[in-house]
């Protein structure tokens, strides 16, 4: 394929990439009574897994020894991207909108600079001090629903709560990759990280298909597994990985930023969610924080769950 020909069709497909996380905010919202959240994350993770290990099994038989030197990575970042960045996300959807919980996430590039700081060592300009500010600013508002003399007593919507503590995991997560250098691709690393994870979600998935009044598995709970684990799990991914190698990190992660307007459109299209005046000034102030931070320092974590 021509290089002009390639950068045309990588351009199209990270176009794509945020409506393709959309999926897993409208499966959030239509889990409540189908599929409980450590179930569909449990499905979602170890389906994404399998295809993964089978995709890169050459590789994992390759470096198995490596892989099993670092079990304790793997369970650990399977623990903040697949436990707490999954099944704690269907948790707040069950009392939070889409919305809520893509414009929450967007402000996670920006935990990862602070964390880049603090933890790796790396420079921190003044501007993006200022963007870090107007970002978590903008998290504040959206959480409170725009509603900023009730916050001395703590007026949040619980389900918010869950999705703030998935934004920082998703921060731990990325920095983790950064300071734990790994012999494996991408795509391999992701299938021992999807193993990681379903060992730690398992027992809270057994938990919930044993307590009383579990929803029995049914056709619609396995469409809702299949399609996250399809959609943006392994195929997201994938477009992600090789758009990075076309158009570079910092072309990708500005596009992947608008990944709140899409869930904004999907969510009052496909769910109802009204558009509230907060959410747009809430993504407002998140997105020019991002903007800030970003364009001051491009950052190479710019994905979602």
């Keep these: 394929m021509r290089a002009q020909t390639r950068e045309r069709l990588a351009l199209v497909l990270v176009g794509l990439l945020p409506l393709l996380w959309t999926v897993n905010l409208v499966v959030a919202r239509q889990a409540p009574g189908v599929i409980t959240p450590h179930v569909l994350a449990l499905g979602r993770w170890a389906l994404a897994g399998l295809i993964l290990a089978w995709w890169t099994r050459q590789e994992l038989w390759r470096m198995r020894r490596e892989i099993v030197q670092a079990w304790r990575h793997s369970l650990v970042l399977g623990a903040c991207g697949m436990w707490i960045c999954g ?29 880049s700081v603090l933890w ?29 003399t009730h916050l001395a007593q703590l007026h949040f919507v619980v389900g918010d709560l869950w999705v703030v503590c998935s934004a920082f995991a998703w921060a731990a997560f990325s920095l983790l990759q950064k300071k734990w250098h790994s012999p494996l691709g991408s795509l391999a690393r992701l299938a021992t990280m999807c193993m990681g994870g379903v060992v730690v979600i398992l027992p809270f998935a057994v938990h919930e298909l044993l307590a009383d009044g579990a929803p029995v598995l049914g056709q619609q709970a396995l469409v809702q597994i299949v399609a ?76 979602a769950s």
């Design 87 to 115: 099944a704690w996300v269907y948790i707040g959807a069950q009392s939070t909108g889409a919305m809520n919980i893509s414009l929450i996430y967007a402000a996670a590039p920006v935990l990862i600079a602070i964390g």
């Design 120 to 148: 790796l060592g790396e420079r921190f300009s003044a501007w993006q001090a200022v963007g870090v500010t107007l970002s978590l600013s903008g998290v504040v508002h959206v959480v409170v629903r725009g509603e900023w």
């Design 228 to 303: 996250t684990a399809l959609i943006p799990g392994v195929l997201a991914y994938w477009m992600y990985g090789w758009t990075l190698k076309v158009l570079g990190a910092s072309r990708v992660a500005v596009i992947l930023y608008a990944a709140p307007l899409y869930a904004a459109v999907v969510a009052w299209g496909v769910l109802g969610e009204p558009l509230g005046w907060y959410h747009l000034g809430g993504g407002a102030l998140i997105f020019s924080g991002v903007a800030l931070v970003m364009l001051t320092k491009p950052s190479e974590d710019a994905s």
